[in-house]
């Protein structure tokens, strides 16, 4: 459903196809520039928000554009502090109120012909709008998230914004019906809107076992397409729980988790993440000794 258009450095772009289609059909009607401004203008949007997370420390690692505007996703995201998670999360919509107020100050000093200002702020004004609703993976849903992660436990806040993602998309489509039957005319972008909201809801809220399963599945398939991948190493207390262990996964790059026992800090063993999410789909509560306790018996057991 996506592809790699081109590298920066070391962060991927990706176009989803759902946005190839939804250029056409804003180009058949005429609308060429608004979709050209409005893909640049989410560029300088990401860019915003890339800029920062560098800033921080973290470089993306992707960035994804979608009819809805773009995603940034980085590794290690949830182990930035709380204040520049948020910063960063705020630098997109920072940067396109940026915009919109450079439209409305070059059009009004002359700079920009009146159509062109006009247009280039609806754009943004729409993109703005747009990622501050709060539904996942946008940005008012990934602020929202943050900030009820703080006071909730991790399955609740997923409740929430899977339910609220499910809302706000089906009353866009409803909407969407409610115009085309007071206007006579289909309002698709309403309704394309509306789904791909309920989409997003259903796909970025998944519980944390099917998600590092999912990533588990897509670093398989990176390996078979590049041939290659980095391989890290972390070394953790060999009583830390799976619960625990498996956030330190990251989405491109294997990962093998080095025991330590806490006293002696002698190697205790290493377990791949396989053998980490594996055991955590089963019984999440186990420890990583625990695991290394099984895997052990069993390689014993196969020897014999």
């Not at 089906?170 to 115009?179: E, F």
């Not at 996964?249 to 396989?274: H, M």
């Amino acid at each position: 459903m996506r592809r790699r258009i081109l590298t920066i450095g070391q962060t991927d772009i990706y176009l989803h196809a759902a946005t190839l289609l939804y250029a056409v059909y804003v180009m058949l009607f005429g609308h060429w520039r608004m979709v050209l401004v409005g893909f640049v203008s989410i560029l300088l949007h990401e860019g915003a928000h890339a800029l920062t997370a560098a800033m921080a420390g973290q470089s993306p690692e992707e960035i994804e554009i979608t009819p809805m505007g773009a995603v940034m996703r980085l590794d290690d995201e949830e182990r930035l502090p709380l204040i520049r998670r948020m910063l960063m999360l705020a630098a997109g919509p920072a940067m396109t109120l940026l915009l919109c107020n450079l439209a409305v100050w070059m059009t009004a000093r002359g700079m920009m012909h009146a159509a062109d200002g006009r247009m280039f702020f609806v754009a943004n004004i729409g993109i703005l709008m747009m990622n501050l609703m709060p539904v996942l993976p946008l940005d008012g849903g990934r602020l929202l998230s943050l900030l009820l992660g703080q006071f909730l436990r991790g399955e609740t806040v997923r409740r929430i914004m899977r339910t609220l993602g499910m809302l706000i998309g089906l009353a866009s489509i409803v909407g969407s019906v409610y115009l085309a039957w007071q206007t006579g005319g289909w309002n698709w972008s309403l309704a394309a809107a509306g789904c791909f909201l309920m989409y997003s809801a259903s796909t970025a809220t998944t519980t944390q076992a099917m998600h590092e399963l999912k990533n588990l599945m897509a670093r398989k398939l990176m390996l078979e397409t590049r041939g290659y991948m980095t391989l890290r190493r972390v070394a953790v207390p060999a009583c830390t729980p799976l619960q625990r262990a498996v956030r330190l996964l990251v989405p491109r790059a294997l990962t093998e988790f080095c025991l330590i026992d806490k006293g002696t800090l002698r190697s205790v063993g290493i377990l791949t993440e396989e053998q980490v999410i594996n055991r955590y789909l089963s019984t999440p509560q186990m420890r990583c000794d625990e695991v290394m306790t099984m895997v052990q018996a069993t390689e014993r057991h196969g020897s014999i």
